[in-house]
């Protein structure tokens, strides 16, 4: 069996692991060891990996559920499981940075849990950069869990029952036009404002750009809370910014990390990542 090797990159979550090849067949101890360092670490980076979409997909079943990739779903029913971020067409053309698939993505730039949109999030996000920017293109990622840590008892305590509503066309039309049928796809959600990882007992707040209100208080108030928590867990010093390098293999827990783009110049550069998730398994509001 492979000895997994984890370096920590940032005090408070991430490891880059070596030891692994994903062109390997992955034993039930590894898949295992992956998931329980992932509990862990919230973020695991897999460098120099040999991908293509049928590996990707093997990883993606080993630690769970795909999820339906909602843009497709939305605007047209059919189920596909892999979303392109970057502006490098299946076909190998190249969008600038005025193309309409182009504007949408910049709403990846915003502080954002993967498809805390639906009912049911998403639990993993499973990311392999083939072409990457010479400028640019990196993601930031910052810790809700670690962000909970910090706050005062008294704040932890009054957020403790509180859920909040999260609305996908909320935050991203301020952006660019969601698609009508899109748009119906997706209606606003209620979830926890504070979420217990089931294996260790670590609370995190779950909040970022889809988040919209909380539930039964008023519109300042509610606008005021969920600015500030979200303020909270991403000054610099709590932020790792990931350099994106082709071969990087990136899974991270979106039940308690937030994350953007950093944007890079469309027009100059090329950048081809593809990304799989691992769907939730029930409502926030059913976890414990």
Known sequence: MPELHFEALHPDFGAKVTGLSFTDRLSQEIVSEIQKAIDQYSLLHFPNQK???ESHMVITRCLGEPE????????????VYFGTVGNVMDDDSKKDGTDPSTLYQKGNELWHSDSSFRKIPSYFSITHAYEVPGEGGETEFASM???????PREKQEKIENLSCIHDYVFS?????????????????????????????GLKNYFVGSHARSVVGWHGVESRKLLDDLLEWSTQPKDVYSHKWAAGDTVVWDNRCLLHRGA????????????QTRVAGKVST????
């Open 68 to 79: 339906a990739e909602h843009v497709t779903y939305g605007k047209t029913g059919k189920i």
């Open 263 to 274: 944007g890079y110049n469309a027009d100059r550069w090329r950048r081809r990542m593809r």
């Open 145 to 151: 869990r670690s962000a909970y840590a910090r706050l």
């Open 172 to 200: 991203r039309s301020p952006v660019a036009p969601v698609n009508p049928k899109h748009a119906a796809s997706l209606p606003p959600v209620e979830h926890k404002l504070v979420r217990t990882n089931p294996v260790n």
């Open 285 to 288: 509001l059913e976890e414990p």
């Open 51 to 53: 991908m293509n979409d």
